[in-house]
Protein backbone atom coordinates (compact mmCIF):
# COMPACT_ATOMS: atom_id res chain seq x y z
CA UNK A 1 0.00 0.00 0.00
CA UNK A 2 1.68 3.23 -0.85
CA UNK A 3 2.04 6.03 1.83
CA UNK A 4 2.15 9.20 0.10
CA UNK A 5 5.17 10.16 2.26
CA UNK A 6 8.06 8.07 1.44
CA UNK A 7 11.57 8.33 1.78
CA UNK A 8 13.31 11.45 -0.08
CA UNK A 9 16.83 12.67 -0.50
CA UNK A 10 18.06 13.94 2.22
CA UNK A 11 15.13 13.53 4.64
CA UNK A 12 16.67 11.86 8.51
CA UNK A 13 13.87 12.45 9.94
CA UNK A 14 12.00 9.04 11.17
CA UNK A 15 8.60 10.15 10.89
CA UNK A 16 8.76 10.72 7.28
CA UNK A 17 9.07 6.86 7.00
CA UNK A 18 5.73 4.64 6.24
CA UNK A 19 6.16 2.24 9.76
CA UNK A 20 8.10 5.62 12.01
CA UNK A 21 4.75 7.45 11.17
CA UNK A 22 3.15 8.86 14.03
CA UNK A 23 5.93 7.32 16.81
CA UNK A 24 7.33 10.40 18.46
CA UNK A 25 10.28 8.21 20.01
CA UNK A 26 12.12 7.30 16.66
CA UNK A 27 10.90 3.75 17.13
CA UNK A 28 8.61 2.10 14.42
CA UNK A 29 5.09 1.38 15.68
CA UNK A 30 4.84 -2.09 16.29
CA UNK A 31 1.32 -2.29 14.58
CA UNK A 32 2.82 -1.04 11.32
CA UNK A 33 5.94 -3.48 11.60
CA UNK A 34 3.30 -6.36 11.82
CA UNK A 35 1.66 -4.54 8.53
CA UNK A 36 4.51 -4.44 6.91
CA UNK A 37 5.20 -7.94 7.76
CA UNK A 38 1.79 -9.64 6.64
CA UNK A 39 1.26 -7.35 4.04
CA UNK A 40 4.65 -7.43 3.05
CA UNK A 41 5.39 -3.61 2.09
CA UNK A 42 8.37 -1.90 2.55
CA UNK A 43 9.07 0.02 6.09
CA UNK A 44 10.35 3.02 4.56
CA UNK A 45 8.10 3.77 1.90
CA UNK A 46 4.98 1.65 2.36
CA UNK A 47 5.10 0.12 -1.34
CA UNK A 48 4.82 -3.26 -1.86
CA UNK A 49 8.50 -5.64 -1.14
CA UNK A 50 10.89 -6.22 -3.98
CA UNK A 51 13.00 -8.92 -4.70
CA UNK A 52 15.45 -9.14 -2.77
CA UNK A 53 14.07 -8.01 0.58
CA UNK A 54 16.38 -5.87 3.07
CA UNK A 55 16.80 -5.69 6.45
CA UNK A 56 19.44 -3.47 8.55
CA UNK A 57 20.42 -4.07 11.81
CA UNK A 58 22.98 -4.13 14.70
CA UNK A 59 25.91 -6.09 14.61
CA UNK A 60 23.82 -8.34 17.41
CA UNK A 61 21.00 -8.58 15.23
CA UNK A 62 22.92 -10.11 12.22
CA UNK A 63 24.90 -12.36 14.81
CA UNK A 64 21.56 -13.53 15.86
CA UNK A 65 19.69 -13.15 12.56
CA UNK A 66 16.88 -11.95 13.99
CA UNK A 67 15.40 -8.33 12.89
CA UNK A 68 13.37 -5.43 14.79
CA UNK A 69 13.55 -2.90 11.91
CA UNK A 70 10.34 -3.71 9.11
CA UNK A 71 11.65 -5.29 6.15
CA UNK A 72 12.64 -3.11 2.96
CA UNK A 73 13.45 -2.45 -0.23
CA UNK A 74 17.18 -2.43 -1.47
CA UNK A 75 16.50 1.14 -2.29
CA UNK A 76 15.17 2.32 0.94
CA UNK A 77 17.95 1.05 3.03
CA UNK A 78 19.86 4.11 2.82
CA UNK A 79 16.46 6.43 4.17
CA UNK A 80 17.05 4.42 7.33
CA UNK A 81 20.06 3.99 7.93
CA UNK A 82 20.33 7.88 7.69
CA UNK A 83 18.39 7.71 11.10
CA UNK A 84 19.70 8.75 14.21
CA UNK A 85 20.69 5.49 15.90
CA UNK A 86 23.21 4.32 18.91
CA UNK A 87 25.11 2.25 16.69
CA UNK A 88 25.63 1.77 12.97
CA UNK A 89 23.27 -0.68 10.60
CA UNK A 90 24.48 -3.23 8.52
CA UNK A 91 21.97 -4.31 5.46
CA UNK A 92 21.03 -8.18 4.93
CA UNK A 93 19.56 -9.25 1.86
CA UNK A 94 17.38 -12.45 1.60
CA UNK A 95 14.65 -13.70 -0.41
CA UNK A 96 11.81 -14.76 2.60
CA UNK A 97 11.58 -14.23 6.05
CA UNK A 98 9.67 -15.48 9.01
CA UNK A 99 7.61 -13.31 11.03
CA UNK A 100 8.25 -14.39 14.84
CA UNK A 101 5.49 -12.94 17.36
CA UNK A 102 7.04 -12.50 20.73
CA UNK A 103 6.13 -15.29 23.68
CA UNK A 104 5.55 -14.35 26.80
CA UNK A 105 9.14 -16.69 27.89
CA UNK A 106 11.31 -14.53 25.41
CA UNK A 107 14.35 -12.73 26.36
CA UNK A 108 13.02 -10.38 23.69
CA UNK A 109 9.63 -8.92 24.02
CA UNK A 110 9.02 -7.65 20.59
CA UNK A 111 7.96 -8.96 16.98
CA UNK A 112 10.95 -9.82 15.08
CA UNK A 113 12.10 -10.93 11.45
CA UNK A 114 14.13 -13.98 10.64
CA UNK A 115 15.61 -14.00 6.97
CA UNK A 116 15.52 -17.82 5.71
CA UNK A 117 17.43 -17.39 2.85
CA UNK A 118 20.22 -14.92 2.73
CA UNK A 119 21.58 -13.92 -0.45
CA UNK B 1 -13.23 -9.32 27.85
CA UNK B 2 -9.08 -10.86 27.62
CA UNK B 3 -8.65 -13.75 25.66
CA UNK B 4 -8.17 -15.57 28.73
CA UNK B 5 -11.81 -15.18 29.39
CA UNK B 6 -12.66 -16.91 25.90
CA UNK B 7 -14.50 -19.79 27.63
CA UNK B 8 -13.20 -22.39 25.43
CA UNK B 9 -10.42 -21.96 26.82
CA UNK B 10 -11.29 -20.59 30.87
CA UNK B 11 -10.08 -24.41 31.44
CA UNK B 12 -6.03 -23.84 30.36
CA UNK B 13 -3.70 -22.61 32.82
CA UNK B 14 -1.51 -20.27 32.09
CA UNK B 15 1.58 -22.92 31.91
CA UNK B 16 -0.53 -24.73 29.80
CA UNK B 17 -1.21 -21.92 27.10
CA UNK B 18 2.29 -21.56 27.49
CA UNK B 19 3.52 -25.60 26.68
CA UNK B 20 0.80 -24.93 23.60
CA UNK B 21 2.73 -22.43 22.02
CA UNK B 22 6.02 -24.61 22.74
CA UNK B 23 4.56 -27.30 20.94
CA UNK B 24 3.02 -25.55 18.08
CA UNK B 25 6.88 -23.44 17.75
CA UNK B 26 8.30 -26.74 17.62
CA UNK B 27 6.31 -28.41 15.02
CA UNK B 28 6.99 -24.87 12.82
CA UNK B 29 10.76 -25.16 13.10
CA UNK B 30 10.53 -29.12 12.31
CA UNK B 31 8.71 -27.97 8.88
CA UNK B 32 11.28 -25.18 8.29
CA UNK B 33 14.04 -27.04 8.93
CA UNK B 34 13.01 -29.50 6.37
CA UNK B 35 12.05 -27.87 3.90
CA UNK B 36 14.00 -28.20 0.87
CA UNK B 37 14.00 -29.26 -3.22
CA UNK B 38 10.96 -31.62 -2.28
CA UNK B 39 8.93 -28.77 -1.43
CA UNK B 40 10.16 -26.62 -4.27
CA UNK B 41 9.36 -29.28 -7.16
CA UNK B 42 5.90 -29.43 -5.82
CA UNK B 43 5.08 -26.29 -6.07
CA UNK B 44 7.07 -26.16 -9.53
CA UNK B 45 4.98 -29.46 -10.82
CA UNK B 46 1.93 -27.83 -9.41
CA UNK B 47 2.91 -24.24 -11.35
CA UNK B 48 3.87 -26.56 -14.34
CA UNK B 49 0.71 -28.51 -14.34
CA UNK B 50 -1.83 -25.01 -14.08
CA UNK B 51 -0.13 -24.15 -17.11
CA UNK B 52 -0.83 -26.78 -18.77
CA UNK B 53 -4.76 -27.07 -18.06
CA UNK B 54 -4.97 -23.12 -18.74
CA UNK B 55 -3.27 -23.03 -22.22
CA UNK B 56 -4.91 -26.41 -23.40
CA UNK B 57 -8.18 -24.98 -22.96
CA UNK B 58 -7.16 -21.92 -24.56
CA UNK B 59 -5.86 -24.29 -27.49
CA UNK B 60 -9.12 -26.11 -27.43
CA UNK B 61 -11.30 -23.27 -28.07
CA UNK B 62 -9.31 -22.06 -30.95
CA UNK B 63 -8.57 -25.59 -32.06
CA UNK B 64 -12.77 -26.37 -31.57
CA UNK B 65 -13.76 -23.43 -33.64
CA UNK B 66 -13.62 -24.38 -37.34
CA UNK B 67 -15.03 -27.50 -36.18
CA UNK B 68 -18.62 -29.37 -36.73
CA UNK B 69 -21.15 -28.64 -34.33
CA UNK B 70 -20.77 -32.68 -33.17
CA UNK B 71 -17.25 -32.08 -32.25
CA UNK B 72 -16.92 -28.09 -31.35
CA UNK B 73 -19.09 -28.06 -28.39
CA UNK B 74 -17.66 -31.20 -26.53
CA UNK B 75 -14.45 -29.61 -27.10
CA UNK B 76 -15.42 -26.17 -26.04
CA UNK B 77 -16.85 -27.87 -23.23
CA UNK B 78 -13.68 -30.10 -21.85
CA UNK B 79 -11.74 -26.58 -22.49
CA UNK B 80 -14.07 -24.25 -20.04
CA UNK B 81 -13.99 -26.94 -17.27
CA UNK B 82 -10.22 -27.49 -17.71
CA UNK B 83 -10.15 -23.50 -17.93
CA UNK B 84 -12.06 -23.42 -14.35
CA UNK B 85 -9.63 -25.58 -13.03
CA UNK B 86 -7.11 -24.27 -13.98
CA UNK B 87 -7.95 -20.90 -12.58
CA UNK B 88 -9.32 -22.51 -9.33
CA UNK B 89 -5.89 -24.25 -8.93
CA UNK B 90 -3.97 -21.10 -9.87
CA UNK B 91 -6.51 -18.77 -7.35
CA UNK B 92 -6.12 -21.57 -3.96
CA UNK B 93 -2.69 -23.29 -4.20
CA UNK B 94 -1.04 -21.29 -6.10
CA UNK B 95 -1.18 -17.42 -5.79
CA UNK B 96 -2.82 -17.61 -2.46
CA UNK B 97 -0.03 -19.22 -0.82
CA UNK B 98 2.70 -17.42 -2.79
CA UNK B 99 1.45 -14.32 -1.97
CA UNK B 100 1.49 -14.99 1.53
CA UNK B 101 5.45 -15.55 1.48
CA UNK B 102 5.44 -19.51 1.71
CA UNK B 103 7.51 -19.96 -1.37
CA UNK B 104 9.81 -16.39 -0.79
CA UNK B 105 12.84 -19.26 0.84
CA UNK B 106 13.04 -20.95 -2.96
CA UNK B 107 14.53 -17.40 -3.88
CA UNK B 108 12.62 -17.76 -7.23
CA UNK B 109 11.55 -14.06 -8.60
CA UNK B 110 8.85 -15.65 -10.02
CA UNK B 111 7.52 -17.37 -7.22
CA UNK B 112 7.96 -14.59 -5.36
CA UNK B 113 5.44 -12.82 -3.09
CA UNK B 114 6.64 -9.57 -4.38
CA UNK B 115 5.77 -10.13 -8.01
CA UNK B 116 3.03 -12.91 -7.70
CA UNK B 117 -0.10 -11.69 -9.42
CA UNK B 118 -2.93 -13.53 -9.64
CA UNK B 119 -5.55 -14.71 -11.88
CA UNK B 120 -8.63 -13.06 -10.76
CA UNK B 121 -9.93 -9.15 -10.31
CA UNK B 122 -8.40 -7.71 -7.36
CA UNK B 123 -4.82 -6.14 -7.48
CA UNK B 124 -2.17 -8.82 -5.51
CA UNK B 125 -1.55 -5.83 -3.50
CA UNK B 126 -4.52 -5.05 -2.28
CA UNK B 127 -5.23 -8.77 -1.38
CA UNK B 128 -1.86 -9.08 0.32
CA UNK B 129 -3.61 -5.83 2.58
CA UNK B 130 -6.83 -7.21 3.22
CA UNK B 131 -6.21 -10.98 3.37
CA UNK B 132 -2.31 -11.29 4.66
CA UNK B 133 -2.98 -8.34 7.08
CA UNK B 134 -6.37 -7.51 7.86
CA UNK B 135 -7.77 -11.34 7.83
CA UNK B 136 -5.44 -12.54 8.84
CA UNK B 137 -3.90 -10.41 12.11
CA UNK B 138 -7.41 -9.71 13.05
CA UNK B 139 -9.30 -13.27 12.45
CA UNK B 140 -12.42 -12.84 13.65
CA UNK B 141 -11.99 -10.05 15.54
CA UNK B 142 -15.46 -8.32 15.47
CA UNK B 143 -15.89 -5.03 13.54
CA UNK B 144 -11.86 -5.43 12.40
CA UNK B 145 -11.68 -8.93 10.24
CA UNK B 146 -14.15 -7.83 7.11
CA UNK B 147 -14.26 -11.19 5.94
CA UNK B 148 -17.05 -11.82 8.27
CA UNK B 149 -19.67 -11.39 5.75
CA UNK B 150 -17.47 -9.34 3.46
CA UNK B 151 -19.32 -6.18 4.31
CA UNK B 152 -22.43 -8.03 2.72
CA UNK B 153 -23.90 -10.43 4.49
CA UNK B 154 -24.34 -10.33 8.20
CA UNK B 155 -22.70 -13.29 9.86
CA UNK B 156 -22.40 -12.32 12.97
CA UNK B 157 -24.99 -11.81 15.72
CA UNK B 158 -23.58 -9.05 17.09
CA UNK B 159 -24.34 -7.37 13.74
CA UNK B 160 -26.91 -5.18 14.29
CA UNK B 161 -29.87 -6.34 12.15
CA UNK B 162 -31.85 -3.93 9.65
CA UNK B 163 -34.90 -5.06 7.53
CA UNK B 164 -31.93 -5.04 4.55
CA UNK B 165 -30.93 -8.50 5.86
CA UNK B 166 -34.30 -10.04 4.53
CA UNK B 167 -32.54 -10.19 1.17
CA UNK B 168 -29.67 -12.25 2.32
CA UNK B 169 -30.50 -15.60 0.24
CA UNK B 170 -30.38 -13.13 -2.99
CA UNK B 171 -26.86 -11.60 -1.89
CA UNK B 172 -25.13 -14.94 -0.48
CA UNK B 173 -26.05 -16.07 -4.51
CA UNK B 174 -24.48 -12.86 -6.09
CA UNK B 175 -21.54 -12.87 -3.81
CA UNK B 176 -20.76 -16.57 -4.77
CA UNK B 177 -21.14 -15.91 -8.10
CA UNK B 178 -19.46 -12.55 -8.70
CA UNK B 179 -16.90 -13.83 -5.95
CA UNK B 180 -14.19 -12.76 -8.02
CA UNK B 181 -15.16 -8.18 -8.22
CA UNK B 182 -16.55 -8.86 -4.25
CA UNK B 183 -13.05 -9.70 -3.56
CA UNK B 184 -11.87 -7.19 -5.95
CA UNK B 185 -13.39 -4.41 -4.14
CA UNK B 186 -12.81 -5.71 -0.71
CA UNK B 187 -9.73 -3.85 0.39
CA UNK B 188 -11.30 -0.85 -0.35
CA UNK B 189 -13.05 -0.97 3.36
CA UNK B 190 -16.80 -0.16 1.70
CA UNK B 191 -18.28 0.27 5.15
CA UNK B 192 -15.31 3.12 6.16
CA UNK B 193 -16.32 4.92 3.04
CA UNK B 194 -19.76 4.81 4.22
CA UNK B 195 -18.38 6.38 7.29
CA UNK B 196 -16.56 8.98 5.47
CA UNK B 197 -13.27 7.59 7.03
CA UNK B 198 -11.97 6.76 3.77
CA UNK B 199 -8.88 8.78 2.77
CA UNK B 200 -10.13 9.78 -0.65
CA UNK B 201 -7.02 10.19 -1.93
CA UNK B 202 -6.39 6.53 -1.34
CA UNK B 203 -9.33 4.93 -2.35
CA UNK B 204 -9.12 7.49 -5.82
CA UNK B 205 -5.39 4.99 -6.03
CA UNK B 206 -6.89 1.50 -4.76
CA UNK B 207 -9.91 2.44 -7.54
CA UNK B 208 -7.72 2.95 -10.18
CA UNK B 209 -5.68 -0.18 -9.64
CA UNK B 210 -8.89 -2.02 -9.66
CA UNK B 211 -10.27 -0.38 -12.91
CA UNK B 212 -6.74 -1.79 -14.52
CA UNK B 213 -6.97 -5.03 -13.14
CA UNK B 214 -10.38 -5.74 -14.16
CA UNK B 215 -9.42 -4.22 -17.25
CA UNK B 216 -7.10 -6.81 -18.31
CA UNK B 217 -8.83 -9.89 -16.61
CA UNK B 218 -12.43 -8.31 -18.84
CA UNK B 219 -10.16 -8.27 -22.29
CA UNK B 220 -8.17 -11.51 -21.53
CA UNK B 221 -11.35 -13.58 -20.81
CA UNK B 222 -13.86 -11.36 -23.57
CA UNK B 223 -12.39 -9.85 -26.01
CA UNK B 224 -9.24 -11.29 -26.98
CA UNK B 225 -9.26 -14.94 -26.72
CA UNK B 226 -12.95 -15.03 -28.22
CA UNK B 227 -11.31 -12.81 -31.05
CA UNK B 228 -8.50 -15.54 -31.47
CA UNK B 229 -11.86 -18.22 -31.87
CA UNK B 230 -13.48 -16.14 -34.83
CA UNK B 231 -17.18 -16.43 -35.79
CA UNK B 232 -17.43 -18.58 -32.50
CA UNK B 233 -16.59 -15.92 -30.69
CA UNK B 234 -19.82 -15.84 -28.56
CA UNK B 235 -19.48 -19.32 -27.81
CA UNK B 236 -16.09 -18.36 -26.37
CA UNK B 237 -17.24 -16.02 -24.26
CA UNK B 238 -19.56 -18.69 -22.86
CA UNK B 239 -16.93 -21.04 -22.20
CA UNK B 240 -14.86 -18.39 -20.20
CA UNK B 241 -17.97 -17.15 -18.07
CA UNK B 242 -18.68 -21.23 -17.12
CA UNK B 243 -14.73 -21.03 -16.06
CA UNK B 244 -14.93 -18.05 -14.39
CA UNK B 245 -18.14 -18.77 -12.41
CA UNK B 246 -16.85 -22.21 -12.05
CA UNK B 247 -13.69 -20.67 -9.65
CA UNK B 248 -16.23 -17.59 -8.55
CA UNK B 249 -18.68 -20.43 -6.36
CA UNK B 250 -15.76 -22.39 -5.26
CA UNK B 251 -13.59 -19.84 -3.90
CA UNK B 252 -16.61 -18.52 -2.14
CA UNK B 253 -17.73 -22.21 -0.64
CA UNK B 254 -14.06 -22.83 0.24
CA UNK B 255 -13.72 -19.37 1.91
CA UNK B 256 -16.88 -19.22 3.60
CA UNK B 257 -16.67 -22.64 5.30
CA UNK B 258 -13.06 -21.65 7.14
CA UNK B 259 -14.47 -19.10 9.49
CA UNK B 260 -18.49 -19.25 9.44
CA UNK B 261 -19.01 -22.75 10.55
CA UNK B 262 -20.85 -23.49 14.15
CA UNK B 263 -17.27 -23.80 15.67
CA UNK B 264 -15.85 -20.68 14.75
CA UNK B 265 -16.01 -18.09 17.66
CA UNK B 266 -15.67 -14.37 17.59
CA UNK B 267 -13.70 -12.48 19.63
CA UNK B 268 -13.39 -8.19 20.43
CA UNK B 269 -10.70 -5.86 19.91
CA UNK B 270 -9.84 -6.07 24.02
CA UNK B 271 -8.54 -9.72 23.81
CA UNK B 272 -6.05 -8.39 21.28
CA UNK B 273 -4.04 -6.28 23.67
CA UNK B 274 -0.52 -7.85 24.98
CA UNK B 275 -1.80 -10.97 22.92
CA UNK B 276 1.83 -13.12 23.39
CA UNK B 277 2.26 -15.92 20.65
CA UNK B 278 0.64 -18.50 22.54
CA UNK B 279 -2.44 -16.35 23.04
CA UNK B 280 -2.30 -15.67 19.14
CA UNK B 281 -2.41 -19.28 18.28
CA UNK B 282 -4.82 -20.44 20.19
CA UNK B 283 -7.22 -17.03 18.72
CA UNK B 284 -6.53 -18.48 15.36
CA UNK B 285 -8.15 -22.31 16.27
CA UNK B 286 -11.11 -21.27 17.60
CA UNK B 287 -11.96 -18.70 15.03
CA UNK B 288 -11.17 -21.07 12.42
CA UNK B 289 -12.69 -24.54 11.16
CA UNK B 290 -11.41 -27.41 8.75
CA UNK B 291 -12.80 -29.51 6.70
CA UNK B 292 -12.01 -33.17 5.70
CA UNK B 293 -11.47 -34.89 2.13
CA UNK B 294 -9.23 -36.62 -0.04
CA UNK B 295 -5.65 -35.17 -1.40
CA UNK B 296 -7.48 -34.24 -4.94
CA UNK B 297 -9.92 -32.31 -2.39
CA UNK B 298 -7.22 -29.90 -0.73
CA UNK B 299 -5.25 -29.79 -3.65
CA UNK B 300 -8.10 -27.47 -5.56
CA UNK B 301 -9.19 -25.75 -2.43
CA UNK B 302 -5.71 -24.90 -1.76
CA UNK B 303 -4.95 -26.32 1.44
CA UNK B 304 -7.90 -24.76 2.61
CA UNK B 305 -9.10 -27.50 4.52
CA UNK B 306 -6.54 -27.32 6.58
CA UNK B 307 -7.43 -23.86 7.42
CA UNK B 308 -6.67 -24.30 11.24
CA UNK B 309 -2.88 -24.97 10.51
CA UNK B 310 -3.09 -22.18 7.56
CA UNK B 311 -4.12 -19.69 10.29
CA UNK B 312 -1.37 -21.29 12.54
CA UNK B 313 1.41 -20.78 10.19
CA UNK B 314 -0.05 -18.54 6.82
CA UNK B 315 3.62 -18.57 5.98
CA UNK B 316 4.42 -22.35 6.31
CA UNK B 317 4.45 -24.32 2.74
CA UNK B 318 1.20 -25.56 2.28
CA UNK B 319 2.08 -28.94 0.87
CA UNK B 320 2.86 -29.91 4.14
CA UNK B 321 -0.17 -28.85 6.46
CA UNK B 322 -1.48 -32.38 5.43
CA UNK B 323 1.35 -33.80 7.53
CA UNK B 324 1.21 -31.41 10.85
CA UNK B 325 -2.74 -31.73 10.83
CA UNK B 326 -2.69 -34.99 13.20
CA UNK B 327 -0.45 -33.07 15.78
CA UNK B 328 -2.14 -30.47 15.53
CA UNK B 329 -5.45 -32.22 16.36
CA UNK B 330 -4.15 -34.04 18.97
CA UNK B 331 -2.54 -31.32 20.35
CA UNK B 332 -6.16 -29.87 20.77
CA UNK B 333 -7.55 -32.94 22.14
CA UNK B 334 -4.64 -33.55 24.70
CA UNK B 335 -5.70 -29.97 25.92
CA UNK B 336 -9.92 -30.21 25.76
CA UNK B 337 -9.73 -27.71 22.52
CA UNK B 338 -12.29 -27.47 20.27
CA UNK B 339 -11.17 -28.45 16.84
CA UNK B 340 -13.57 -27.59 14.50
CA UNK B 341 -13.89 -29.81 11.03
CA UNK B 342 -16.25 -32.47 9.01
CA UNK B 343 -16.98 -32.96 5.75
CA UNK B 344 -17.25 -30.25 3.50
CA UNK B 345 -21.18 -30.73 2.88
CA UNK B 346 -22.26 -30.10 6.57
CA UNK B 347 -19.89 -27.27 7.01
CA UNK B 348 -21.04 -25.88 4.13
CA UNK B 349 -24.72 -26.66 5.95
CA UNK B 350 -23.76 -24.63 8.89
CA UNK B 351 -23.01 -21.56 6.76
CA UNK B 352 -26.22 -21.35 4.53
CA UNK B 353 -28.07 -22.41 8.25
CA UNK B 354 -26.66 -18.98 9.26
CA UNK B 355 -26.91 -17.05 6.80
CA UNK B 356 -30.77 -17.81 6.54
CA UNK B 357 -30.89 -17.34 10.34
CA UNK B 358 -29.52 -14.02 10.72
CA UNK B 359 -31.75 -12.82 7.98
CA UNK B 360 -33.97 -12.67 10.56
CA UNK B 361 -33.87 -10.24 14.11
CA UNK B 362 -31.95 -12.30 16.92
CA UNK B 363 -34.71 -12.81 18.78
CA UNK B 364 -36.42 -14.74 16.12
CA UNK B 365 -33.62 -17.02 16.37
CA UNK B 366 -31.59 -19.50 18.00
CA UNK B 367 -28.20 -19.05 18.49
CA UNK B 368 -25.08 -22.38 17.18
CA UNK B 369 -22.16 -20.73 17.92
CA UNK B 370 -20.63 -20.08 21.61
CA UNK B 371 -21.79 -16.34 22.15
CA UNK B 372 -19.33 -13.20 21.72
CA UNK B 373 -19.99 -11.38 25.28
CA UNK B 374 -23.11 -9.62 26.76
CA UNK B 375 -24.08 -6.66 24.74
CA UNK B 376 -21.20 -6.82 22.33
CA UNK B 377 -22.05 -5.10 18.89
CA UNK B 378 -19.87 -5.09 15.88
CA UNK B 379 -20.78 -1.37 15.31
CA UNK B 380 -18.76 -0.21 18.78
CA UNK B 381 -15.73 -2.16 17.02
CA UNK B 382 -16.29 -0.80 13.78
CA UNK B 383 -15.61 2.66 15.28
CA UNK B 384 -12.44 2.12 17.16
CA UNK B 385 -11.07 0.65 14.34
CA UNK B 386 -12.00 3.35 11.63
CA UNK B 387 -10.47 5.73 14.13
CA UNK B 388 -7.38 3.38 14.25
CA UNK B 389 -6.76 3.01 10.72
CA UNK B 390 -8.45 6.04 8.89
CA UNK B 391 -7.16 8.30 11.65
CA UNK B 392 -7.01 11.67 10.84
CA UNK B 393 -3.80 13.54 11.30
CA UNK B 394 -5.24 16.99 12.00
CA UNK B 395 -1.85 18.46 12.98
CA UNK B 396 -1.11 18.00 8.99
CA UNK B 397 -4.14 18.71 7.82
CA UNK B 398 -4.18 15.39 5.67
CA UNK B 399 -5.12 11.92 5.99
CA UNK B 400 -3.39 9.13 6.81
CA UNK B 401 -3.27 6.00 6.15
CA UNK B 402 -1.77 4.56 9.22
CA UNK B 403 -2.58 4.31 12.75
CA UNK B 404 -0.17 6.90 15.00
CA UNK B 405 -1.36 4.78 18.21
CA UNK B 406 0.53 1.10 18.37
CA UNK B 407 -2.07 -1.23 19.13
CA UNK B 408 -0.95 -4.38 17.17
ZN1 LIG C 1 10.61 1.07 -0.04
Redesign the pocket.
Given at each position: MVARR??QPGVTTASAL?AWEGAPDGVPSRRLVTRCALAR???????P??HPIAFVGTSDEVARNAFHLPP??D??VD?VRALPAPVPLTVVRTAGFEFVRPGSGDADPLPRFVPNSLL | MAISDVQEYCHLTEADVEAIGRELDALRERVERSRGAKDAAYIRRVIRAQRWMAASARIGMIVAAPLDKRYRRPLQAASAVSLGLAKILENMEIGHNVMHGQWDWMNDPEIHSSTWEWDTGQPAEQWKHSHNYIHHQFTNVLGYDNDIGYGVLRMAREQRWTPANLGQPVYNALLATLFQWGVALHDLDLDAIRHGKKDPEEMRRQLAQIVRKGRHQLVKDYVLYPALTGPRWKETIRANVAANLMRNVWAYLIIFCGHFPDGALHFTEDELEDETRAEWYLRQILGTANFEGGPLLHLMSGNLGYQIEHHLFPDLVSNRYAEIAPEVRALCEKYELPYTTGPLHRQYGQVLRTIHKLTLPNRMTKDDRPPTGEGVTIEQHQRVRHEDTHQRRTELGAWSRAAGRSRA
Open positions: GPFVCGACGRLGLHGCA | -
